[in-house]
């Protein structure tokens, strides 16, 4: 216990791991925040007249593809044309039809429309006949939102890893780690003593960003918290071997990197290009972010089949990592006397 107490003491001297547990939960504000912005006035089209210029008919036309400023004069027109923070589309008649006017640095999608409303407006009285139904525009961010999401909700429940790697590197560097080997401490005792803080810190950060960036019923929250359990010990086991194989601080940021990005990577890389692949799909799931991903994004689309199937896997994982770091820690013992 006292030694629990000492690694939870160390965090107030690390603010590199202070700034990883807390970096998730901001990046979840940050991401709802976004989420409730609504975007869909980036789709809307902007026209400009002169009052007395176009008639009565064709202004309330155009209002059938947009919203329509009207200028008093022909320097303000132009004026609202060429201003660079807006994409207003410059409307005048031209004979029986319109001309459209633009500064010429507008989006793609407005040149189009430019180029596209005279011929519109010749057909008018063809089209008039026929029924428009206005669509609800959806959200531009809502495809992706709950991918942002689960990235942020991986990160924090793998942030265990980082504080891990980094404690064992440091006392490897104060000469900590050779008084380590001498202590009457069973290897078993050892992994408990420098997982507990990582994976209560990591489970911490990433139940608050769940909490920020979810909202699910009592079934779903309870599984997410199984998976959060999991994968903020698999993330401390993981934190174990990468502490272990740095040979200094440099090598083990350089390690920490290398596998934050294949915990980022293989789980995004399997849903969207290789869920169809039966086998590559499997391969995947060596990584344990890939169960913990998948799991996520079941849970935040209102299912529970894969998040079930994800937590054996993931289950199998701790067993697997923390076996393995015994036997290692026994084996190196056994041949150091």
Excluded at 57 to 71: A, D, F, N
Excluded at 121 to 146: H, K, N
Aim: charged share 15%; proline share 2%; aromatic share 10%.
């Amino acid at each position: 216990m006292k030694g629990v107490i000492y690694q939870a003491k160390s965090i107030r001297k690390d603010k590199f791991c202070i700034m990883s547990f807390l970096l998730p939960i901001a990046v979840a504000v940050a991401l709802k925040v976004a989420g409730s912005i609504d975007l869909s006035s980036l789709g809307e089209y902007y026209f400009c007249v002169m009052d007395g210029e176009v008639t009565d008919e064709t202004r309330e036309w155009l209002t059938g593809y947009g919203k329509v400023t009207v200028c008093q004069t022909r320097d303000e027109w132009l004026s609202a044309i060429r201003e660079p923070s807006t994409n207003l589309i410059g409307v005048e008649m031209d004979k029986e039809g319109i001309r459209t006017v633009l500064s010429g640095d507008e989006l793609s999608i407005w040149q189009q429309m430019a180029g596209t409303l005279p011929d519109l407006y010749e057909r008018r009285e063809m089209s008039a006949g026929v029924s428009i139904q206005t669509l609800e525009q959806p959200d531009v961010l809502t495809g992706f939102q709950y991918i942002f999401m689960a990235m942020t909700l991986l990160v924090a429940m793998f942030m265990g890893c980082t504080f891990n790697a980094m404690n064992i590197i440091s006392e490897k560097e104060d000469g900590i780690a050779l008084i380590n080997e001498i202590l009457p401490m069973t290897p078993r005792q050892y992994v408990v003593q420098k997982i507990f803080v990582g994976f209560v810190f990591g489970f911490l950060s990433a139940m608050v960003t769940a909490a920020i960036c979810f909202r699910l019923s009592h079934e779903g929250m309870a599984a997410m918290l199984v998976l959060t359990v999991l994968s903020a010990f698999v993330a401390a086991l993981v934190g174990l071997f990468v502490g272990r194989i740095s040979e200094g601080m440099m090598a083990g940021v350089v390690y920490i990197k290398i596998v934050m990005i294949v915990f980022m990577a293989v789980p995004l890389l399997k849903y969207l290009a290789v869920a169809e692949n039966k086998a590559l799909s499997a391969i995947c799931y060596f990584v344990p972010s890939s169960a913990t991903f998948e799991g996520v994004m079941d849970l935040a689309n209102g299912g529970m089949a894969a998040a079930g199937k994800d937590m054996v896997i993931l289950a199998v994982h701790c067993a697997g990592w923390f076996l393995l770091y015994l036997l290692l820690s026994r084996h190196r013992k056994k041949h150091s006397f």
